[in-house]
């Protein structure tokens, strides 16, 4: 059977005020476009369909608009809830996706067997697909109280109920010819991050080992981190990345989908096919000056300006670099706090004395932006 694998597309997405739903949607006509070509027995959409819980109107068009694409090319889809996702706004769309003979978890259900989907492809390869949506902490030891698997005692990890719900809904895993695959949005130990994802959900603990995969599974679908890559496990693991870039962190990251080739008795042989379509993410940095005198790149731009910060700097590196939605100092020019800067005492000091040690602190002391925040400070006391 062939396998097209997906993840993290994150509609919705506005970075830095600017939408990015062009691109979400040349991308994705990318993505269909590879399925009619790869002409796929089963497509996986590991999670982050939406870049937020409370999508538009727009965004959840697109989504579903990709999703029937997907399936009108003759492709069982599966797509599961992501930790962007609102799982159970997705679990509310199921009456259609059944309808239109696609399959969605947004998050976990009462009943394990609910999270087992089973299919057969034109040329017979039987497959079977344990589906995992994202769990939070708090749901990961609701799910293993529900499933009656052990007692949720406050000394287990995430990993720990991660891999007992996993064991369960994979314990089904005999068959010898029947392919046996795993989806699921979290974060594995070892793996790199992309450069976008949520912070509080890729820390130490919501990282799980790649032991919680069964050895045999033929392939094991991820979501969660953005950038496409293969993870040492007991069985085939990948993440097939995000196929645009989401934030300027990922500006090196190459937009792909996972295309998968298995049989029950064959390993599973795996290849990217990139997707071109997004606007590039690109870093400049330089002096106004040099600035002036570079050749913009193609892209949005992130810019580090080497120069004190002053009112007005920004509006002039906009001037120079429209396409700039991100304008910072460049980090190397700012003070590490502790390094021999003095720190305000707060006792007997008026706001005025403060916020200019505050800024003389981190090398931002600028007449104007004291004058400015005196203004703001006189208007509040008023």
Known sequence: MKIL?????HVGKVLKGQSRAEEHKQVLAQVIETARTERPDLVIVAGDL???????????RLVTRALTALRRTGADVVAIGGNHDNGA???ALRPWAEAAGITLRGSVRDNPADHIIDGVTADGERWQLAALPFLSQRYAV????MYELTAAEANQTYADHLGRVLARLTEGF???????LVTAHLTVVGASTGGGERDAHTVLGYAVPATVFPGNAHYVALGHLHRSQRVIGPCPVRYSGSPLAVDFGEQENVGSVTVVEVTATTAAQIREVPVPGAVPLRTVRGTLAQLAEIEAPEGWLRVYVREQPRAGLREEVQELLPRALEIRIDPELVPVPGSGT????????????LFADYLSSRGHADEGVQELFDELLEGVDH
């Open 5 to 9: 694998h997906t993840s993290d597309w």
């Open 50 to 60: 939406y870049d937020t819980a409370a999508p538009t109107p727009e965004a959840t």
């Open 89 to 91: 706004a997705l679990d």
């Open 142 to 145: 609701r799910a293993v109280e």
């Open 174 to 180: 005999t068959e010898p010819d029947r392919v046996h």
């Open 342 to 353: 003095r720190t305000a005492q707060r006792a007997g000091r008026s706001p005025h004395e």
